[in-house]
Nanobody, 117 residues
Framework: QVQLVESGGGLVQPGGSLGLSCAAYGSQFSIYVMGWYRQAPGKQRELVAVISSGGSTNYADSVKGRFTISRDNAKNTMYLRMNSLKPEDTAVYYC???????????WGQGTQVTVSS
């Protein structure tokens, strides 16, 4: 089992940058496919970016070129660097861990990101 704790959300002006972290507590962090999702008010949760255990990444079209996902398996931590933020990036951002072998999936509690002037 894995417990996920996000940090780093906050208020930022349009065009600004923000970094999120997701600390994982439990066993075998390195085997999990890790991802960031977000949910804006009145909208469904959507995938933002995902990173495999080997470091391969994939991004939603809306954030390509602006967001960077990374992970440090030695620190059991995943990151999301967000640049050129837009008001439409405003959402609660959730960390996700997926064990591809067992299909067990875990979620963090979420962290609020607000992009506003």
């Amino acid at each position: 089992q894995v417990q996920l704790v996000e940090s780093g959300g906050g208020l930022v002006q349009p065009g600004g940058s923000l970094g999120l972290s997701c600390a994982a507590y439990g066993s075998q962090f390195s085997i999990y496919v890790m991802g960031w999702y977000r949910q804006a008010p009145g909208k469904q949760r959507e995938l933002v970016a995902v990173i495999s255990s080997g470091g391969s990444t994939n991004y939603a079209d809306s954030v390509k070129g602006r967001f960077t996902i990374s992970r440090d398996n030695a620190k059991n931590t995943m990151y999301l660097r967000m640049n050129s933020l837009k008001p439409e990036d405003t959402a609660v951002y959730y960390c996700n861990a997926l064990n591809m072998a067992t299909r067990n999936e875990y979620w963090g509690q979420g962290t609020q990101v607000t992009v506003s002037s």
